[in-house]
């Protein structure tokens, strides 16, 4: 069974041996736009190739890029735990065609590394197009010979991919693998289309316009393609097993967890151990890129991170700082593809203890008083906001971290109220000002953005992330 390390290697090697590049994942801090929270996607560093403002020795490139999506728009957080298929931080595979090749060989490429290389059964995919591509629908059925009802027309933003408000976009097709009747979900565009059952792994984009702040799309220099593959679910399919976090590499993150904490990866317990494996991965590697938790902006995204995974590990029963024990098997598994880990290892481990050991000493204390406040709801009720806003204050609980306890027992928070507190305390803070601890505008707003969406949230513009749905 290939390990998750070979099936990224295999992916590479295919590419470059089909005259790619073989470039390295960049930043998950995304240089080169100040509108992006987090590299998102594997074409951000090549945004500008496309458009043409810049211009690079390859025409074709492959890459396993390292990317985040926890916050904004684009917001995989909650589904952590929840879904089979999304972690904050995973690996996208990518081959790119810079005005070189387009939609036929993009789509032979794919057909043939997962059908050769990687041996996945025929009658197990189908792919979706864009409504009216009729050509990437015909070439579906010329190259992988797929009868019609296998190739599903959709019409909405999953198969119009576009970078953000503006930039590079155009129709694109993706494929789907069938993991079995015996899961529930649907295939895309049905109405059960939300469940694991057909998981997207690859989505191929037909790179032909550049959409411009008005709306208007202009057509790029020359139709290029990106693409992007999700490490871990392909991973998945070639392990034999439905859940990513039942790839090897995420079975060693878990493993770990469960001995520093004593608890069986079982019951209630089970998503903890995932939450916190795969929040692990993606504050260490925001460390490693040079992130460091804070109230504003992308610290505060990586703060949010940590202390969710580190509330996990209190419901656990941990006693100690679970994150910084559990650093070095990531950086075991992981570092000799992204050097960054093992060179940054001491700084990760020292990252995650002060923060675990400084939000411990409040985490304890703002539990109990979530669990007195919500004792008497029931499904569907809501937390009042001012106990919300007490916890965010006072015991350092985002506001996310407080939805997210409280979930499960169908519990949502008063936003209103919480916002409503927040207003008070910044009148009185103006009224009397002294230094503002915990607290800060910035951190307040982001995380009111986060709830409201970005297109309702107007300050902060470089707070912004990219917000595409593909
Ligand atoms: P989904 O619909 O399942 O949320 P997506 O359409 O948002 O996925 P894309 O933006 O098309 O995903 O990204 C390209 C590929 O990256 C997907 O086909 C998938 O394999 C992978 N991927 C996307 N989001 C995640 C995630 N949160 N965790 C792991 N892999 C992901
Ligand atoms: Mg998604
Ligand atoms: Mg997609
Ligand atoms: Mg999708």
Same mark, same amino acid.
């Given at each position: 069974?290939?390990? %998750?390390?070979?099936i990224?290697?295999? *992916? ?5 041996k ?9 930043? /998950? ?6 509108? %992006?929270? *987090? ?13 043409? &403002?810049?211009?690079r020795?390859y ?5 396993s890029q390292k ?5 904004g728009?684009?917001n995989?957080l =909650?589904?952590?735990?929840?879904t089979?298929?999304?972690h904050?931080?995973?690996? +996208? ?7 070189d090749?387009f939609?036929?060989?993009a789509i032979s ?10 041996g996945?059964?025929k009658?197990? /995919? ?16 010329k190259?992988?010979?797929? $009868? ?14 576009? +970078? ?6 155009g129709?694109?097709t993706?494929?789907?693998? @069938?993991?079995?009747?015996h ?10 289309? =939300?469940?694991d059952? *057909?998981?997207?792994?690859?989505n %191929? ?7 411009q ?6 057509n ?8 992007? +593959? ?5 991973? &998945? ?6 859940n ?10 878990i ?9 069986? &990866? ?19 590697f925001?460390?490693? =890129?040079?992130?460091?938790? $804070?109230?504003?902006?992308?610290g ?14 209190? /419901? ?5 700082? %679970? ?6 098997? /990531? ?13 940054a ?33 029931k499904?569907?009720? +809501?937390?009042?906001?001012?106990v919300a806003f007490?916890?965010? @204050?006072?015991?350092? *609980? ?5 939805? =997210? ?33 915990e607290?800060?505008?910035?951190a ?9 969406? &970005? ?11 990219? $917000?595409?749905?593909?």
């Amino acid at each position: 069974m290939p390990s %998750l390390n070979q099936i990224r290697q295999t *992916f590479l090697d295919y590419f470059a041996k089909n005259d790619h590049e073989i470039v390295s994942s960049s930043s /998950l801090v995304p240089h080169n736009d100040p509108t %992006l929270m *987090f590299t998102n996607a594997g074409m951000v560093q090549f945004k500008n190739v496309f458009t043409g &403002a810049e211009t690079r020795p390859y025409k074709r490139a492959t890459t396993s890029q390292k990317v985040v999506r926890a916050g904004g728009k684009h917001n995989d957080l =909650d589904n952590v735990g929840y879904t089979a298929r999304h972690h904050t931080f995973f690996e +996208m595979l990518g081959n790119f065609s810079f005005g070189d090749y387009f939609k036929e060989q993009a789509i032979s490429h794919a057909w043939n590394l997962i059908t050769k290389e990687y041996g996945l059964p025929k009658d197990r /995919l189908l792919a979706t197009v864009y409504i009216d591509d009729d050509e990437a629908f015909n070439l579906w059925k010329k190259i992988a010979g797929f $009868s019609d009802d296998r190739i599903i027309r959709i019409a909405g933003s999953d198969n119009f991919w576009s +970078m953000g408000d503006t930039g590079p976009c155009g129709p694109c097709t993706e494929i789907f693998y @069938d993991h079995g009747e015996h899961i529930w979900g649907g295939p895309p565009g049905s109405p059960e289309e =939300d469940g694991d059952r *057909f998981v997207e792994i690859w989505n %191929l984009v037909f790179m032909q316009f550049d959409q411009q702040t008005d709306g208007t799309r202009l057509n790029l220099p020359k139709p290029s393609i990106d693409t992007g +593959m999700g490490l871990e679910r392909v991973a &998945a399919v070639l392990q034999g097993v439905h859940n990513n976090y039942d790839v090897d590499l995420f079975k060693a993150l878990i493993r770990a967890s469960v001995e520093e904490t004593g608890v069986k &990866a079982e019951g209630e317990a089970l998503p903890s151990h995932r939450v916190i494996a795969d929040h692990l991965r993606s504050t260490s590697f925001l460390i490693a =890129d040079g992130v460091t938790p $804070s109230n504003e902006g992308r610290g505060y995204v990586l703060r949010r991170i940590m202390r969710r995974a580190m509330r996990h590990a209190y /419901l656990l029963g941990a006693n100690e700082p %679970l994150m910084p024990r559990l650093a070095p098997v /990531l950086v075991r598994e992981m570092g000799d593809h992204y050097g960054e880990l093992k060179r940054a290892e001491a700084t990760i481990i020292e990252t995650l203890r002060q923060e675990e050991e400084r939000f411990r000493r409040t985490l304890g204390r703002g539990m109990t008083l979530l669990d007195e406040a919500t004792a008497n709801l029931k499904d569907g009720d +809501m937390l009042e906001g001012e106990v919300a806003f007490k916890l965010y @204050d006072t015991y350092g *609980f985002p506001l996310d971290l407080t939805q =997210d306890a409280i979930r499960a027992k169908g519990l949502s928070v008063n936003v209103a109220g919480f916002e409503a507190a927040m207003g008070e305390q910044k009148q009185r803070g103006r009224a009397n000002w002294k230094g503002s601890g915990e607290t800060s505008v910035q951190a307040e707003w982001f995380s009111i953005r986060d709830q409201a969406g &970005a297109s309702e949230f107007v300050g902060y513009e470089h707070l912004s992330t990219q $917000s595409h749905a593909r």
